[in-house]
């Protein structure tokens, strides 16, 4: 861990472009109450294949015009051609945007052209190629490997291109158990990447949407931590506190281990991100290496 320690902390809130005008409006209110938590940045997702590019330009306008946090829109570059993805660049370079999350994405099930970047480390070298250093680029990573990797190694071996691409850091895939982090980084390290990589967290408030995205994403739910989370399914305020102490144990032993921060998977809910981040303080140990 001795590379991350050395890293000056960033917290950081991951929302999602609203479908709704009331959604917008709910979101917009919200944001006031997410900006006094003083993240180093809320980033906005980006549907699969492109599917919210409006709507993902347009909440990120709407949060950048709202306040002064700074606002990184995610950017997939499946589905997408060259033409398409520097007028967004652009549009995003004349708003006043200086930070990207740079992905791959994943096709939709009714889309059959991959477009002109085949895998993230495309994407993130067209934006050096076009953009220069102009944005500071965030790039996935997944301490408990990509659903299709071939194996350790080869998906470590292509997170360190896609570092040496251009990358300025990495937010990683949220995880349950700290060992798996910790030990990504120690692969990370045997191969010469040092640069930030700051564990995803998602707040515990659902059992089967939680079961269900993970499934999709490659996040492991421990057997422990599973079967309490099932006995408590229909008991909604139990759930959540339980959820609550779990997870600010993972952040309270992440941080004392020495992780250059954490990215909260907000997803648009306020409390379950602000009371973890009330508890653990974060105010207090943002901008200070460990
Ligand atoms: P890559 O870095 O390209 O990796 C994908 C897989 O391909 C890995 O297994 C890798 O090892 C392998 N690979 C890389 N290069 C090569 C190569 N040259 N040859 C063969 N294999 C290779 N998805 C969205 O659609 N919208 C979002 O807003 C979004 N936000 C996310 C935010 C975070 C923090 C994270 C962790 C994920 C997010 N995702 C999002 C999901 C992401 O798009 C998917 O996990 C996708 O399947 C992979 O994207 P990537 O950028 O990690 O791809």
């Known amino acids: ?25 709910k979101l917009k209110r919200a944001h006031g109450a997410f900006a006094a938590l003083g993240p180093a940045f809320v980033s906005v997702t980006y549907g699969a294949g492109g599917s919210t590019r409006d709507r993902t330009y ?16 995610h ?34 099930s009714d889309m059959v052209t991959g477009g002109d970047f085949p895998q993230a480390i495309d994407l993130v070298r067209f ?30 071996g292509y997170f360190r291109e896609k570092i040496g691409a251009g990358a300025n850091s990495a937010l990683t895939q949220y995880f349950f158990t700290a060992q798996a982090y910790f030990r990504f980084i120690d692969s990370l390290e045997k191969v010469g ?22 499934r999709i994403c490659g996040a492991e739910i421990p057997r422990w931590l599973r079967l309490r989370l099932q006995a408590m399914e229909t008991d909604e305020a ?27 998977y907000a997803l648009n809910r306020l409390e379950p991100t602000r009371t973890l981040w009330n508890h653990l303080g974060l105010n207090s140990l943002a901008g200070r290496p460990a």
């Open 58 to 73: 347009n909440t990120v306008e709407m949060l950048h015009r709202a306040g002064s946090t700074p606002v990184a829109p």
């Open 238 to 264: 139990a759930l959540a506190d339980y959820g609550q102490d779990v997870i600010q144990a993972l952040c309270e032993e992440l941080l004392a281990a020495g992780a250059p921060g954490l990215h909260f």
């Open 75 to 108: 950017i997939s570059g499946m589905g997408a051609s060259r033409a398409e993805m520097l007028e967004l660049l652009q549009r995003y370079r004349q708003l006043g945007i200086k930070r990207l999350v740079a992905l791959r994405g994943d096709l939709p």
């Open 127 to 156: 934006i050096r190629q076009e953009t220069g250093s102009h944005f500071t680029i965030e790039v996935a990573a997944y301490p408990e490997f990509h659903p299709e990797a071939t194996s350790p190694e080869a998906d470590i």
């Open 193 to 214: 990447v040092d640069l930030p990589v700051v564990p995803g967290i998602m707040p515990i408030t659902n059992f089967t949407q939680l079961d269900r995205f993970s």
């Open 1 to 25: 861990m001795d590379s991350q320690k050395r890293h000056a902390r960033q917290f950081s809130l991951e929302l999602f472009p609203p479908k709704t005008a009331a959604g917008a409006d």
